[in-house]
């Protein structure tokens, strides 16, 4: 699986935006998706996934109920939507594909990733 984020850019405190994951190669229904992050000098961490269907999602509990992750099987997209954004939010995000049965808030990882995009909120 073939992953391409887009989205990310520079926002003020309290602003929004809307991270988007192109998926290619394989049955993108076939996977369950989520998204990660990491900030400088900081470990890669958790922060929202969705099962293959979209009817099961989890998130991080830092960024719950700022954060909307959902799926469009038809265009082999998954989107997160970011509202209230804050400084802490600073940080790369990545994409990831994954066929675990685990899921990926337990394991802390998937199986395929994107190159990341750079999401900067000032203060």
């Known amino acids: 699986v073939q992953l391409v984020e887009s989205g990310g850019g520079l926002v003020q405190a309290g602003g929004s935006l809307r991270l988007s994951c192109a998926a290619s190669g394989r049955t993108f229904s076939n996977y369950a998706m989520g998204w990660f992050r990491q900030a400088p000098g900081k470990e890669r961490e958790f922060v929202a996934d969705?099962?293959?269907?979209?009817?099961?999602?989890y998130y991080a509990y830092s960024v719950k109920g700022r954060f909307t992750i959902s799926r469009d099987n038809a265009k082999n997209t998954v989107y997160l939507q970011m509202n209230s954004l804050k400084p802490e939010d600073t940080a790369v995000y990545y994409c990831?594909?994954?066929?675990?049965?685990?899921?990926?808030?337990?394991?802390?990882?998937?199986?395929?990733w994107g190159q990341g995009t750079q999401v900067t909120v000032s203060s």
């Open positions: 969705i099962n293959w269907s979209g009817g099961s999602t």
């Open positions: 990831a594909a994954s066929s675990s049965l685990v899921t990926m808030s337990k394991r802390g990882s998937g199986d395929y």
